[in-house]
């Protein structure tokens, strides 16, 4: 155990699994289990502060069967890559947990949703934190079915079920080219440490190195929704409950991220990983442009901002086949302004559809004049995407060109040239349908719930701050991965 | 402390069939009672069976040599099947309270875990034989225990000729080679040369793939295991079908077969099963034929695994085939059972029954969401041990035929979730409306609960049975 504040990488998950119970024990009353849950996440970052501030931890807790081949361990470790996932994930859980409790104040069987939002938290967290493979696999699996559950259990429309049977099985599909992927790791290396499993495992032939670096791309593009595999992605998000869908777009696919730093760049190394960059970089180009480009077509609000959302991992695949710490850092910085941007944009479009009670997008006209706040959060938070100057994505979609153009493939790096411009036709589109001025004058709006108010309020300031703060915060990024410096 | 003879808990086994018999004769209507005997008697039978402890032999009265032998492989099947036995009599206490003839189930109960016990301690080919027939006897008898109804006795008809056509082939193979070798022993000191051996070899070979339904033999086992009581159907599946892939190997090893040739052979044959299993799920209407056809698919994963031990000589893929066997015989006894609870208080017998029991009986259905997840493989329940340790084994292979077998394997598992999870979305399915759920007995629900503890315990905590796993690999290996 090292760090003097290791033992608050134990606290965080646990706290949020104590509260997972005790939200239970009082059943129907979804205020009480909502406030619970808020305050539960809120607390559980304090002692994760507390364990950054010693930069660099980790603990391991019981070591059961490390004498036995293939043996683990339960070891946890907060280190420079880790934190700004740690720290987007906590502020998107903030944002989602208070926007529940209005949008989720009459759902049905409120314990069990909050129980379950906050066992998918905390599985994502111990996803951020293991410092084992086959910890990670567990929490990995676990943040698949406390999604799915809360899909097929609170989903909305008719086809939920067939939705949740589509996300399972193109996620678990992932899931085990990883446990393959790791299993062989474990095997060849002797260790499920994952730092010296990949140190041991260096002196392998590339082609061998290469087919494990592959495996694990594909396994962690399938939760990142990159294109030829992101089809669970839009009607998941389109009919998970708002919060849901929050979890999922700006904490959920920013795993798939951390993952392929993590164990693919970090772990191979970018020597290794050289023949794939091109295929890499064109997935990446490919998901941009697509993403846009359906973007576009979509009927349905949160089907939009859902393509938007594969489009944008576009941009960090993008950015981490550079195979460079600039590359690296600026996808890091770029999946922190999306967690905060998507969250914004999916509360607001939240906000629209529960006051109006629409959400196909021809029926957005004259929004823009009956609810100027949400629209021009919604506006806010698409010009963020397409990159507009003092907002969050211009600093971040800058470095990743920049990052692009570094990494020797001059013809995929103009190509990415032309994303932002796709992003900017999508964004203009929503903006301008909450400009119009409809025939008929539509029904007057009714006021959201106040905390649903009241948080997008709050993402919006933060999507700003962020955005006017975006070079201290690019530098405090690249400041926390000096590990990836040595390492690249 | 001299270790207990291993003959003790067959012999516990068999006098306690008896003792139930006649306890049944004088008082046929007292399920609790028999239930509660059978119960301790395993109980009994496994406490005899894990101080005996291996190695351990019994020497033959009739013949030169030994009778018995316990070996670490034949211990962890063995204890397997008396603690899934064990619940599965816990069980029945109220399972079968509406049945007629509870004084025929018990003491059959006990035969037939008598002759899975006695089986997997023979050392001697004709006692392995005698035992395997055993077995076999008793689970006819209570497939098609459910007399009333023709569909048991059509499933326990068809179990019998395909399971006697086995166990023909079995004797017919053990003749050859007794002829050719004029041993009977286990092992035997070494391969004759002649062909009557090898024609034997191939003849114990086909007989018991047929008895644990290995693609192309797999087509009995649904109905058999559609038909009869879930608990029993729980102990089928769970332990007896495979209990003869254990005994493929371990004949193989100790007869001296050829093993590369054996390996794959049992490889493309798990290969099938697998697929067969998989496929032919997908279609199922009914929720136990569906579990059979999972069976089937997971019998194919335990084919993999020894089968590519044996082709490569490498004993880590035995020992996950091991691990993988322990957790299927947990997690498919609490499927079944989970499902047979749905049946006895809702007739839930197809899919479409299921439609919303998640409300109306909680427990049940959660065990049984829970036990289909580990079948899957997701953690923290047993599946995922398996898979992981069975991945882990293919990745020292140094084998392309063996990565293609992973892929293989990974894509079956993929394919699984296609049964399973429409499966658990029935239960979750809400219908606009129900009738309240029916008070369940705590008999009925302990032992379920009990089991799936011993599952949860088996998958967060999978080292002592990995050790034992590979230290019975090893000792095969060593034959």
Known sequence: MTGPWAPGLVLAPALLLVASAAVLLRPGSARRAGALSLLAVLLSALPLTAAWVGRRCDVILWAPGTAEPGGTALALRLDGLSIPFVANLF???????????????????????????????????????????????????AMLLASALLLVGWGEGPRASAVTLRYFIYSQGGSLLLIAAMAWLAHTS???????????????????????????????????????????????HAIAPMPVTILLAGAMLAMGAYGMLRFALLGLGPAALMPLQA???????????????????????????????????????????ALSSAGASASVHHILGHGLVKSLLFMAAGVVIASTSRRRMSGMAAIGRLLPVPALSLSIGLAATAGFPPLLGFHTEWRLLLAGLEAGHPLLAAGAFAAPVATLAYALVLVARMMECPAHEPPAPVAAPRPMRVSTGLALALVLLAGFLGGPLGRWIADLLPEMEAVL | MNPMPAIVPIAILGAGSTVVYLVARVAPRRT????????????????????????????????????????????????????????????????????????????????????????????????????????????????????????????????????????????????????????????????????????????????????????????????????APSSISALLSGIIVPLHIYLLVKLAMALHAPQPALGWLLTALGAGSLIAGNVLALRQSYGKRLLGYSTIAQVGYMCLAFGLGMALGQPEPIAAGFLLLVGHALLKGLAFLAKGSLHLYYGATTLNDLTDLGRRAPLASGLLSAALLGLAGMPPLPGFAGKFALLWAIAGLDSRAAYAVAALFLLGSLVSLGYYLPLIGRLLHRAPQTAPGHRHSRWIHLPMVGLAALTLLLGVWPWPVWRMALEAARFLGGW
Not at chain 1, 111 to 124: D, G, I, P, R, T
Not at chain 2, 53 to 75: D, H, Q
Not at chain 2, 95 to 109: Q, V
Not at chain 2, 205 to 214: I, N, P, Q
């Open chain 1, 190 to 236: 002797g260790s499920t440490q994952p730092e010296a499993a990949f140190r041991a495992i260096r002196h392998q032939p590339l082609p061998v190195l290469q087919s494990l670096g592959a495996m694990l791309f594909v396994g962690f593009a399938v939760k990142m929704a990159i294109v030829p595999v992101h089809g669970w992605l839009p009607d998941a």
């Open chain 2, 32 to 227: 609790s009672l028999l239930a509660a005997l059978t119960a301790s008697i395993m109980a009994a039978a496994l406490g005899a069976l894990l101080s005996s402890g291996p190695p351990n032999r019994v020497p033959s009265i009739v013949s030169p040599g030994e009778a018995l032998f316990l070996e670490p492989g034949g211990c962890l099947i063995a204890s397997t099947a008396l603690v899934l036995g064990t619940i599965v009599a816990l069980y029945s206490a109220r399972y079968l309270a509406l049945d007629r003839h509870p004084d025929r189930y018990f003491p059959l109960l006990l035969l037939m875990l008598a002759g899975t016990v006695g089986a997997t301690l023979a050392s001697d080919l004709f006692t392995l034989y005698l035992f395997v027939v055993l077995t076999n006897g008793a689970s006819y008898v209570l497939v098609a225990f459910r007399r009333e109804t023709e569909t048991a006795i059509e499933a326990g008809f068809k179990y019998a000729i395909t399971g006697t056509m086995g166990s023909m082939f079995l004797l017919a193979g053990i003749a050859l080679v007794f002829r050719d070798t004029g041993s009977l022993s286990l092992p035997m000191p070494a391969a004759a040369p002649g062909t009557g051996h090898q024609l034997g070899l191939g003849l114990i070979t086909f007989g018991l793939l047929v008895k644990a339904a290995v693609f192309p033999a797999h087509t009995w086992l649904p109905d058999a295991h559609g038909r």
């Open chain 1, 91 to 141: 502020a998107v859980s903030l944002l989602a947990f208070w926007y529940a409790l209005g949008y989720l104040e009459r759902v049905r069987r409120p314990e069990w949703c909050y129980s379950l939002l906050l066992v998918f938290v905390a599985s994502m967290l111990g996803g951020l934190l293991a410092d084992d493979l086959l910890l990670f696999l567990v929490s990995w699996e």
């Open chain 1, 279 to 321: 295929p890499l970089m064109a997935l990446g180009l490919v998901s941009q442009v697509y993403g846009a480009w359906q973007s576009l077509g979509q009927r349905d609000l949160k089907r939009f901002i859902a393509y938007s959302s594969v489009s944008q991992m576009g941009y960090v695949l993008f950015g981490i086949a």
